[in-house]
């Protein structure tokens, strides 16, 4: 642009920087241009980029050229590629293949559907529910990108030798730009209280005992939060540790809820894991699942520093913010705790916390494992 006009046009705001394409990025949009072509004829090519071949795409990206003129040159070089034998006809036998591959989604879908419209609303206060249904979902994206970040490794081994935590649900480790990072995320629904605290604490993370560059609170914010939590916690996270809070909105949440019951269950329903990863891999946007949920992305985009407005919880005279929420308990019986990490009130209604005992967490070390 001339000079002129690009001053003017950036007094309204930073422009983008659009890189021309590269081998990846060439080879990249061909797949994805050729998808849909084939989808809608019922076929399944050998490769994503049947028919061009690979490394010639590669060879062309190191050219740098524009995403233009790469369509222009698959048009103009189509023919070339194509063997003498009819596509359609050799392709044939490969139509039963995509049908029955439908019809596998169609079965996810259904599962799909009866799990999320059986979810109680009991859910909502359920940290640890919610947090497996998070882990499960960020491992699907293992080796992609979303929101300018390369997933690594996500895994809810969060502490620096190796072990679990009650309060931080997991960490997710990639690479932004250049940047490697760690995000840990903590789901904390808990309404105050010591359990509140303590995972503040875990994303803080000042003793580096997790190894996080930047903390992540999952909460909704529809709930409210005491001043002092707001002082000593949310702000510091937010402006001295370069953190963020991510606001917990059912819908979204549901989705993947939904979705990590079908894998629980996934024997009961009659379907592999191939299935459901696939499923999830090629939903529907509007499904809320993988790179087109809204919860995903937020997570790992880059933290806006702005500490969101809250609803102020009403402060107890000559009360401790972080005291165990009252909660009645049988006399006969004493819940014994550690002074760093006491037992909250949803504690008492989840159950112990024993970081082995669920079968959830079974499912996701094994899939950890084979990731």
């Avoid at 998808?35 to 399944?44: D, L, V």
Wanted: glycine fraction near 6%; charged fraction near 30%.
């Amino acid at each position: 642009l001339p000079k002129s006009v690009l001053e003017r046009m950036a007094a309204h705001g930073k422009p983008y920087e659009l890189d021309y394409m590269d081998s990846k990025a060439v080879v990249e949009l061909v797949s994805f241009s050729l998808e849909g072509f084939y989808r809608s004829k019922g076929i399944i090519p050998p490769d994503t980029v049947y028919p061009f071949e690979k490394n010639t795409l590669e060879e062309l990206g190191r050219e740098r050229p524009t995403a233009r003129q790469v369509l222009e040159w698959c048009k103009q070089n189509f023919d070339s590629f194509i063997p003498n034998k009819d596509f359609q006809h050799q392709h044939q036998p490969l139509q039963e293949e995509y049908e029955t591959l439908e019809k596998e989604m169609v079965k996810v879908k259904d599962a799909f559907d009866l799990e999320k419209g059986s979810i109680m609303d009991s859910f909502w206060e359920q940290n640890k529910q919610i947090g497996n249904a998070l882990l499960f979902s960020f491992q699907r994206l293992i080796s992609q990108s979303l929101e300018g970040v390369e997933v690594f490794e996500v895994t809810d081994r969060v502490k620096v030798r190796g072990g679990k935590d009650p309060y931080l649900n997991f960490k997710i480790i990639g690479k932004d730009n250049e940047s490697d990072i760690c995000i840990g995320v903590a789901v904390l629904q808990d309404d105050g209280g010591r359990g509140l605290g303590a995972g503040f604490k875990r994303l803080l993370d000042k003793r580096g005992e997790f190894n996080i560059t930047r903390g992540c609170l999952v909460r909704s914010q529809e709930k409210p939060l005491n001043r002092y939590f707001r002082d000593n916690y949310l702000e510091p996270l937010i402006h001295a540790q370069g953190g963020e809070w991510v606001d917990l909105i059912s819908e979204d949440i549901r989705s993947l809820i939904a979705i990590w019951n079908v894998y629980r269950k996934r024997d009961e329903y009659e379907l592999t894991e191939d299935q459901i990863f696939e499923f999830i891999k090629n939903a529907d946007p509007e499904l809320l699942l993988g790179i087109h949920s809204p919860l995903l992305q937020e997570i790992l985009s880059a933290p806006t520093h702005q500490v969101p407005d809250t609803i102020d919880e009403p402060e107890l005279e000559n009360s401790d913010p972080e005291a165990p929420l009252e909660q009645p308990v049988d006399s006969s019986s004493k819940v014994i705790t550690s002074e760093d990490d006491p037992v909250t009130e949803l504690d008492l209604l989840e159950g112990p916390r024993d970081e082995e005992s669920s079968e959830g967490d079974d499912d996701l070390t094994e899939l950890a494992k084979d990731d």
